[in-house]
Antibody
Framework: EVRLLESGGDLVQPGGSLRLSCAASGFTFSTYAMTWVRQAPGKGLEWVSSISHTATNTYYIDSVKGRFTISRDNFKNTLYLHMTSLRAEDTAMYYC????????????WGQGTLLTVSS | QSALTQPASVSGSPGQSITISCTGSSNDVGSYNLVSWYQQHPGKAPKFLIYEVTKRPSGVSNRFSGSKSGNTASLTISGLEAEDEADYYCCSYAGSNTLYVMFGGGTKLTVL
């Protein structure tokens, strides 16, 4: 059974930093691209960042470029999102998701971890 | 680039069929068969329903089907059931060097 478990969400002050993690199990992690999608309270889904299965390629939405860094450890079966210079508008539930074969769809999702940016 | 356009809400009675539209542009939906659909119940993670416009993953009911015409993709749910009441999101490859994929704004389905 595929399982994705996000962690690391917290209450952070504006300008602060945080690292989210997504522990994966039940599939061959190293063969899947991975993605972070966020959802602000009461709002829709927003793609944030993706990373290829070998970590060779990374992609970011413009609003987080230069502030967020996606990475992965294929030995630990874990995906990360390192976030800096956090803003109130980054407040959201952050989901990690699997992307088979770089096909631009997301077949398994975690339950999410909540980031709140507020003073 | 803007998000894909979906109706804010649709409704139908049990047993009926409904269709949710997802309008993009010739740069994304219109040029690539890379549209996917997701269902999200309140407080839950999204669930994968459809990929590459029309394909349904194993385990997803055949009451869910996808199609595309021009720059608009559609999700049809036939034989509506109470459990189908949820939010639905489309997603497309963005066809851009600056954006990977984009989601629609979401559609709230109410089963009357």
């Amino acid at each position: 059974e595929v399982r994705l478990l996000e962690s690391g969400g917290d209450l952070v002050q504006p300008g602060g930093s945080l690292r989210l993690s997504c522990a994966a199990s039940g599939f061959t992690f190293s063969t899947y691209a991975m993605t972070w999608v966020r959802q602000a309270p009461g709002k829709g889904l927003e793609w944030v960042s993706s990373i290829s299965h070998t970590a060779t390629n990374t992609y970011y939405i413009d609003s987080v470029k230069g502030r967020f860094t996606i990475s992965r450890d294929n030995f630990k079966n874990t995906l990360y999102l390192h976030m800096t210079s956090l803003r109130a508008e980054d407040t959201a539930m952050y989901y990690c998701a699997t992307e088979p074969a770089d096909n631009y769809y997301f077949d398994y999702w975690g339950q999410g971890t909540l980031l709140t940016v507020s003073s | 680039q803007s998000a894909l356009t979906q109706p804010a809400s649709v409704s139908g009675s049990p047993g009926q069929s409904i269709t949710i539209s997802c309008t993009g542009s010739s740069n994304d939906v219109g040029s690539y068969n890379l549209v996917s659909w997701y269902q999200q119940h309140p407080g839950k993670a999204p669930k994968f329903l459809i990929y590459e416009v029309t394909k349904r993953p194993s385990g997803v009911s055949n009451r869910f089907s996808g199609s595309k015409s021009g720059n608009t993709a559609s999700l049809t749910i036939s034989g509506l059931e109470a459990e189908d009441e949820a939010d639905y999101y489309c997603c497309s490859y963005a066809g851009s060097n600056t954006l990977y994929v984009m989601f629609g704004g979401g559609t709230k389905l109410t089963v009357l």
